[in-house]
């Protein structure tokens, strides 16, 4: 129980906390943009307008602390950290080929999320990625980043 | 030729009605799926209309929005799970009346009430969205400023009642609109020496992320649902006794759904919420909602489908999205190099009329497909969650891909998924930040427009009549829910002190 609240606090005070720093930084940042001679500006500088914007969010995460403390609404369960990890083999096998990632992650989530036979995996895994890639090559004329499977049909 | 009557002739074209059919069928697909929405569907299916023509685009996704927007009622009255957040309330009487065994009755009002609430707002669209657009034709600089503060202020209001959250989400969206090179001093601003960012951060992708993948990661904690759907023989058209007792709850909350529609960044779920409880307050058996009411379905049916025309009135007229899928409606426009505003209904007014009647021919059709179809709609329900979702994150990679042929428009996209997932764990919305990136560069053009204009002395924008009018609107629109809630609280314990 005290854990609980302890990790209630965190996040109530984490999460503005970030968005703080966030926007902090950007205020930083936009210093560093070129500033404009009065007759270019066109009626403000470069930086203003993302400071205000930042500023802003700054103040009204302050606000949040008082008046809406953020609350995690719901705890990660091992399907989404699944999920994360599955998110980056795909990321990971996009440069050995960008359909090969696709179908291997399509297929690893379905099996992930609790589908066993053999034909939807197959279905979901590989024909839908093929299905998708024929569409936009032949239909919509998009070329496709080459890859190992990819330059089977570019040649 | 009047606009009005050369947009009627784009519905001629046999290729123009094809697509129509094919984009209302997915529409409703779309909808009758359990966390699919229209405005998921309109973004993922956003990249697949870049090689179209700008009718045959804005069309495609206009008969997304409609047809989901409908579609929803399907699954809430036959598994009690709202396939679309604007079928919520049709939940809470359709499916007492579909366990009673009267699923067709209640889908027959379902579709009678969308049509008519659908129709009625595209008639008021073809009215007041051209007159709007006259009325804000000589708007400058600081009135467009000034309403596009009041689009984003509405945006506090949105979601599941988080001002504030809502707040930081839509400025958050604004800052991500200053990601490149300013267009007005060419001045590179957050682009870290990447090329890919000198252009700035575009839309699609996000919305792809924020709406599709982002709920992909949301749907993993739902594994644990089970649906279990209602056995429904054959959908019923209402009977002359329902329609006189529901032809008022209808009418009224047409007129609620397109008034609601009409308010930047407020939709069909807000509409739907509206409808229902008036059709509840003017009912003469209030103490049937919730079991099984007739009148249920309909006054909250007829506002979410009207709130779809009513969003594309500021839409098209001033270029501020009057719902979620409006603004992805907007990004399409954009992308197709069209400018929302009052020069469309002067510009470009056969292609705004060729919308609104694209839109009419729509309603029509779902109304055929909805008596016809909604047995066979209603199967898709039972597509298994670990099948749907993969195919989803397939589309929604490719699509963001298809944009222009970029890999960093797929890290955008996943990027966005994660982060739009973590906002909504801890309780931010995320469609704030998707029409903030929208108007973020017009706000921002308008702003250092309206500094030119007044000599950089920005407190002259208050002797500007209509600036100050929309600008009284923003505080309203902010601290009004909060002064009307602590006036409700003063009173309330006199109220009960004299009881």
Not at chain 2, 22 to 48: D, H, R, S, Y
């Amino acid at each position: 129980m005290q854990d609980k609240q302890a990790h209630g606090q965190l996040v109530r005070w984490l999460v503005p906390l970030a968005i703080i720093a966030f926007c902090a930084l950007a205020i930083v940042i936009s210093t560093t943009f070129e500033r404009m001679p009065p007759i270019l500006k066109r009626g403000i500088q470069p930086s203003d307008f993302p400071q205000l914007v930042a500023g802003l969010i700054i103040l009204l995460a302050l606000l949040s602390i008082w008046r809406e403390p953020v609350r995690l609404t719901e705890r990660l369960g091992p399907a989404t950290w699944g999920t994360f990890v599955l998110m980056a083999v795909f990321v990971a096998l996009v440069p050995v080929d960008f359909f090969l990632a696709l179908g291997v992650f399509a297929a690893g989530l379905a099996f992930l999320w609790g589908e066993r036979r053999p034909s939807l995996l197959a279905t979901v895994g590989v024909m839908v990625p093929v299905l998708v890639f024929f569409l936009f090559d032949l239909a919509f004329e998009i070329r496709f980043p080459r890859g190992l499977l990819t330059n089977l049909w570019y040649g | 030729m009047d606009p009005f009557l050369s947009g009627l002739t784009a519905l001629a074209d046999p290729g123009l009605i094809t697509l129509l059919i094919a984009a209302t069928l997915g529409g409703v697909v779309i909808g009758a799926l359990p966390g699919l929405n229209a405005t998921t569907g309109a973004a993922l299916l956003l990249p697949f209309t870049l090689t179209m023509e700008p009718v045959a685009a804005i069309a495609t996704l206009t008969a997304i929005y409609c047809s989901a927007t409908f579609a929803g009622a399907i699954t809430a009255i036959l598994i009690n799970t709202p396939g679309t957040s604007a079928s919520a309330t049709t939940c809470l009487d359709g499916y007492p009346l579909a366990l009673r065994g009267e699923a067709g009755r209640a889908l027959g009002m379902a579709v009678v009430a969308s049509t008519f609430g659908g129709i009625f707002s595209i008639v008021c669209l073809m009215i007041a969205a051209p007159l709007l657009a006259r009325a804000a034709y000589n708007f400058a600089p600081p009135e467009y400023f000034a309403l596009t503060v009041f689009g984003l202020s509405m945006l506090a209001t949105i979601g599941d009642g988080s001002p504030i959250k809502n707040l930081i989400a839509g400025a958050l969206g604004v800052l991500l609109a200053t990601i490149g090179v300013d267009l007005l001093t060419s001045v590179e601003r957050f682009t870290f020496g990447m090329p890919e960012l000198y252009e700035g951060i575009s839309f699609v992708p996000v919305m792809i992320g924020v709406f599709g993948i982002s709920e992909l990661l949301v749907q993993a904690t739902n594994l644990h649902l089970e649906r279990k759907q209602i056995t429904m023989k054959a959908i019923k058209l209402p009977s002359r006794d329902d329609y006189r007792r529901v032809w008022k709850a209808i009418l009224r909350s047409s007129g609620i759904g397109t008034f609601i529609g009409t308010l930047p960044a407020e939709g069909a779920t807000v509409a739907s919420m509206i409808g229902y409880n008036e059709a509840k307050r003017w009912s003469k058996t209030p103490e049937e909602f919730g079991k099984g009411a007739i009148e249920g379905i309909a006054g909250s049916e007829a506002a979410n489908n009207s709130a779809t025309g009513g969003a594309m009135v500021p839409t098209l007229a001033l270029g501020i999205p009057g719902s979620p899928t409006a603004a992805v409606i907007l990004a399409g426009l954009m992308v197709h190099g069209l400018r929302p505003g009052p020069a469309m209904f002067t510009e470009q007014a056969n292609f705004a009329f060729a919308i609104f009647w694209s839109m009419m021919f729509v309603n029509l059709l779902f109304l055929a497909i909805g008596l016809y179809g909604a047995k066979i709609f209603a199967r898709v329900t039972l597509v298994p969650v670990p099948v749907l979702w993969p195919c989803v994150f397939v589309f929604s990679i490719v699509g963001a891909y298809a944009l222009d042929q970029s890999m960093f428009d797929v890290w955008v996209a996943l990027g966005a998924g994660i982060i739009g997932y973590f906002m909504r764990l801890f309780g931010f919305s995320v469609v704030p930040l998707a029409i903030g990136l929208i108007l973020g560069g017009m706000l921002e053009e308008r702003l250092g427009q309206s500094m030119v204009m007044l000599d950089e002395q920005w407190w002259l924008m208050a002797t500007r009549p209509l600036t100050l009018f929309f600008l009284i609107l923003t505080v309203l629109a902010l601290f009004g829910p909060s002064l009307w809630g602590a006036l409700f609280k003063q009173r309330a314990p006199m109220k009960s002190t004299g009881e």
